[in-house]
């Protein structure tokens, strides 16, 4: 079954330093990947999206995120963060056709911004 | 550009009582998807619905059915409501059912059950 790990549950960094969010996939075929962002009682805006080809990909926002098959991971990262960066960050795996399509979400990172 | 709508977008409810969430796609959408999200987890997929036809189905309870409608927009009703079903509740559209395809979240119905 597909599943999706996201290790750090919140991860505080200082405005302008850069960003590292991890996150682990298990699917048995190419995976399509997603990063999604929430801000508190908001809706989910999608960050980028990874299907196939160049494995670095480019989001809104600064944001970009590498996809690495040998290590089953699509880690999403910003140079330098702003203080509106703040908000919950979800990846996300593609289930496939056979199970809809639906997405299969990881449990989240709160990022935390101080100044 | 038009996005994906949910009405309402706050309800409270009564245990036992029942309760409608509407969803209107993205024009030319065809397929919906409706997740749950509880208080600090992530979303869980509930159900999805392409050309009218379900086509996947999650951890949705008994107690909650689903349809869409010929005009593409879906409801999800549940019956006997409980505590624990408090949660935002996102639909989300895509055109078709392609992986590919990017799904589109509306800005969810946030059930308050009391």
């Known amino acids: 079954a597909q599943s999706v790990t996201q290790p750090d549950i919140h991860i505080t960094v200082s405005e302008g330093a850069s960003l590292e969010l991890r996150c682990n996939y298990s699917?048995?075929?190419?995976?399509?990947l997603f990063w999604y962002v929430q801000s508190p009682g908001q809706g989910l805006q999608l960050l980028l999206k990874?299907?196939?080809?160049?494995?670095l990909v480019q989001g809104i926002k600064g944001f970009e995120a590498e996809f690495k098959r040998s290590q089953s991971s699509f880690n999403l990262r910003k140079p330098s963060v702003h203080w509106s960066d703040a908000a919950e960050y979800f990846c996300?795996?593609?289930?496939?056709?056979?199970?809809?399509?639906?997405?299969?979400f990881g449990a989240g990172t709160i990022l935390r911004v101080k100044s | 550009a038009a996005g994906v709508i949910q009405s309402p977008r706050h309800l409270i409810k009564e245990k036992r009582e029942t309760a409608t969430l509407k969803c209107y796609p993205i024009?030319?959408?065809?397929?919906v998807y409706w997740y749950q999200q509880g208080p600090g987890q992530d979303p869980q997929f509930l159900i999805s619905?392409?050309?009218?036809?379900?086509?996947d189905k999650g951890s949705i309870p008994d107690r909650f059915s689903a349809q869409q409608f010929s005009d593409y927009h879906s409801e999800l009703n549940m019956s006997s409501l409980e505590l624990g079903d408090s949660a935002l509740y996102f639909c989300?559209?895509?055109?078709?059912?392609?992986?590919?395809?990017?799904?589109?979240f509306g800005p969810g119905t946030r059930l308050t059950v009391l």
């Open positions: 989300a559209s895509s055109p078709g059912t392609s992986g590919s395809n990017e799904q589109f």
């Open positions: 699917y048995g075929a190419t995976p399509y």
């Open positions: 990874y299907f196939s080809g160049d494995t």
């Open positions: 996300a795996v593609g289930a496939g056709r056979e199970y809809g399509n639906k997405l299969v």
């Open positions: 024009p030319r959408h065809d397929t």
């Open positions: 619905f392409y050309e009218k036809m379900q086509s």
